[in-house]
């Protein structure tokens, strides 16, 4: 089966099974400023898990489009990708444990079609410290499928990976119970880690064999959660029950299920290949940079592997309107394709061919994310334009080298700097340092490197803690006051005001709008006393659900974003006591039930330009 089957078969069963399929979000998350990109297929779905009713009911299906920054580095190996598909299925206290699992086996072993010999399943085994149960209703049920389709059904007690990997797998075992760190979800990790009103639950993984040799550098035995290689995860199923509360572990009232399985997981399982760049969504670009390179995938597999991924997730981010730049999302997609610009030089590509390897990744997805076609030129025009400009920066970077390495050596520090100054990658570097027969302090730049990479991770920690993902109050009161802000921008500037981003901590607001000029201070303090006089007066809040064809086309409705929502929104309205509407808006987010509720000051301390076309404006709740 193709990835593209196996991706339309899934959601046709869950549809059938009473889902409702909801389009993908966004790689970049609409009003979260706790990330940079959509790294999970849950991650939208989290606010429906806490509570919040769903537009579409109580049974959700999606494939959903993710990105992981964090895994540029590891690419090149048979399973790391910095892009991948989740294919997900929600119950939002609705069914539970029977349901899930005999419909996923059933999707995996009869629509999928895989090999019920090579399937392994793990379950919670339970926490006594928190007294938390073994999940044996999750194994029992599991044991009558395998016995139902006539292959091994034993369960084994494994623990810890490491005690799994002394234990080993003993005959006729295929159902597996480990510890918190392997079988538990929620956003604080382990149960003893949960802040009280935090909910998590035991999950249940279903792993593939493929029946490779075992590694022992990962231990003595080989076991479904081993890290050798041989067994991969394609799938698991959360099971949602528990709030942590300052006694301990209650059952919720409205039990939830969270499945993600990933697509290419799933499609390396279903032609037996451990390499997921077999698969034909990946494998349709390495055949594209054979054919442009005259090299061999077996011969070079690194640099076909990263070329490969980082195409792949620079046309979905620039087909979701993120271009390369020098900060945030844009930065990570200068990163992908200057990396896969270097390995494409390796390799031989032609100058200027670089941007039609975008064309195999369209061509194979936009049966299905139909903006990737829409987009096509626009895509493909800012992949050259990168590839340009990314060759200026060589050209300036070998003439630093040859600077330095007159001196008859490199040190650690100048190779830093020609990497961050220069974006000349370390690799180059190297093989040019080789070809003059000069050494380079490799662990000097390592060293650098580190330094640099942490205080990175420290400063985004810092820029984005907080925000919309914890529902704090006062975070709740700066998403509200955007509303706000918009209206009032609206009303003094113009109808061409639209928002073009936002990020809001519970320590102020930061929101971009449509506007080309700059915004004068007694606009600023007009624009103030009217937010002011809005939350002084009061007034309701109200939500309502409507379709997304109608929103769109109700001249009283304003939103951006559009694409990123489904089939049905939810419309925000803030009424004055005296009936005057003063906000209708498209969101997605928490919002105060009555504009009284917000902090009474609002102040703005600062209107800047933020991009073409876009200024910015940070503002504070006293």
């Known amino acids: 089966m193709t990835g593209n089957e196996i991706r339309q078969k899934y959601?046709?069963?869950?549809?059938?099974?009473?889902?409702?399929?909801?389009?993908?979000?966004?790689?970049?998350?609409?009003?979260?400023?706790?990330?940079?990109?959509?790294?999970?297929?849950?991650?939208?779905?989290?606010?429906?898990?806490?509570?919040?009713?769903?537009?579409?009911?109580?049974?959700?299906?999606?494939?959903?489009?993710?990105?992981?920054?964090?895994?540029?580095?590891?690419?090149?190996?048979?399973?790391?990708?910095?892009?991948?598909?989740?294919?997900?299925?929600?119950?939002?206290?609705?069914?539970?444990?029977?349901?899930?699992?005999?419909?996923?086996?059933?999707?995996?072993?009869?629509?999928?079609?895989?090999?019920?010999?090579?399937?392994?399943?793990?379950?919670?085994?339970g926490d006594e410290s928190e007294n938390l149960p073994k999940d044996t209703e999750?194994?029992?049920?599991?044991?009558?499928?395998?016995?139902?389709?006539?292959?091994?059904?034993?369960?084994?007690?494994?623990?810890?990976?490491?005690?799994?990997?002394?234990?080993?797998?003993?005959?006729?075992?295929?159902?597996?119970?480990?510890?918190?760190?392997?079988?538990?979800?929620?956003?604080?990790?382990v149960p003893a880690n949960m802040p009280v009103g935090e909910i998590g639950g035991g999950d249940s993984e279903m792993f593939y064999d493929f029946g490779t040799e075992h590694d022992p550098k990962y231990g003595e035995h080989c076991h479904p959660a081993c890290d050798c290689g041989r067994f991969m995860e394609v799938g698991n199923?959360?099971?949602?029950?528990?709030?942590?509360?300052?006694?301990?572990?209650?059952?919720?009232?409205?039990?939830?299920?969270?499945?993600?399985?990933?697509?290419?997981?799933?499609?390396?399982?279903?032609?037996?290949?451990?390499?997921?760049?077999?698969?034909?969504?990946?494998?349709?670009?390495?055949?594209?940079i054979q054919e442009l390179s005259g090299k061999k995938y077996e011969e070079n597999t690194e640099a076909f592997?990263?070329?490969?991924?980082?195409?792949?997730?620079?046309?979905?981010?620039?087909?979701?309107?993120?271009?390369?730049?020098?900060?945030?999302?844009?930065?990570?997609?200068?990163?992908?394709?200057?990396?896969?610009?270097?390995?494409?030089?390796?390799?031989?590509?032609?100058?200027?061919?670089?941007?039609n390897l975008a064309e195999s990744v369209i061509s194979s997805y936009e049966g299905h994310y139909v903006n990737l076609g829409e987009k096509r030129d626009e895509i493909k025009s800012a992949i050259a334009g990168e590839e340009e400009q990314f060759r200026k920066t060589l050209e300036k970077g070998v003439k630093e080298f040859d600077k330095l390495a007159a001196a008859g050596a490199i040190t650690g520090h100048q190779a830093f700097v020609l990497f961050t100054t220069y974006g000349f990658p370390y690799e180059l570097t190297e093989e040019l340092a080789a070809e003059k027969s000069i050494t380079i302090d490799k662990a000097a730049f390592d060293a650098e490197m580190e330094k640099h990479q942490n205080t990175s991770r420290a400063g985004a920690e810092q820029k984005f803690k907080g925000g919309l993902a914890d529902s704090s109050d006062a975070v709740v009161q700066y998403h509200t006051a955007t509303h706000l802000l918009l209206a009032g921008l609206r009303k003094f500037l113009g109808d061409h005001i639209h928002q073009a981003g936002s990020n809001i901590t519970g320590e102020r607001l930061r929101f971009d709008f449509t506007h080309t000029e700059k915004v004068e201070r007694d606009l600023l303090d007009q624009i103030e006393v009217w937010v002011n006089e809005q939350i002084t007066n009061g007034g309701e809040v109200t939500i309502e659900t409507m379709a997304k064809d109608d929103a769109e086309n109700d001249p009283t409705v304003e939103g951006s974003f559009w694409d990123r929502y489904p089939d049905e929104v939810k419309v925000y309205t803030m009424k004055l006591s005296d009936g005057t509407v003063v906000s209708r808006e498209l969101c997605g987010g928490p919002h105060v039930e009555n504009l009284t509720e917000l902090t009474p000051t609002f102040k703005i301390k600062k209107e800047e330009s933020s991009s073409a076309g876009v200024r910015r404006i940070k503002a504070v709740l006293n």
């Open 237 to 288: 199923s959360v099971f949602m029950e528990y709030l942590k509360t300052e006694t301990g572990f209650e059952p919720l009232p409205a039990q939830n299920v969270d499945f993600g399985g990933g697509l290419e997981r799933i499609a390396a399982a279903a032609i037996d290949s451990p390499d997921m760049f077999k698969v034909d969504l990946l494998w349709t670009v390495i055949e594209q």
């Open 138 to 189: 999750a194994v029992e049920l599991w044991q009558g499928i395998m016995a139902e389709r006539g292959v091994s059904n034993g369960v084994g007690s494994m623990g810890s990976a490491d005690d799994a990997a002394k234990r080993g797998m003993q005959d006729g075992e295929r159902i597996f119970y480990y510890d918190a760190k392997e079988n538990w979800w929620s956003r604080a990790g």
């Open 11 to 125: 959601l046709e069963f869950m549809e059938k099974n009473g889902h409702a399929v909801v389009p993908s979000s966004a790689l970049v998350p609409d009003n979260d400023p706790t990330t940079l990109f959509t790294g999970s297929g849950m991650q939208p779905m989290v606010p429906y898990l806490l509570g919040e009713t769903h537009p579409k009911g109580t049974r959700i299906a999606d494939s959903q489009k993710c990105f992981r920054a964090e895994d540029i580095d590891e690419v090149g190996d048979t399973s790391h990708t910095t892009f991948f598909e989740m294919l997900g299925n929600w119950s939002l206290g609705d069914y539970f444990k029977a349901e899930q699992i005999a419909w996923i086996a059933s999707f995996y072993l009869d629509e999928v079609g895989l090999d019920p010999e090579k399937f392994y399943i793990t379950a919670f085994i």
């Open 305 to 355: 592997r990263v070329i490969t991924d980082h195409i792949r997730g620079a046309v979905f981010m620039i087909g979701d309107g993120v271009l390369p730049s020098n900060t945030e999302q844009g930065y990570f997609v200068r990163r992908l394709l200057r990396r896969a610009v270097r390995f494409a030089d390796i390799l031989g590509i032609p100058e200027g061919e670089f941007k």
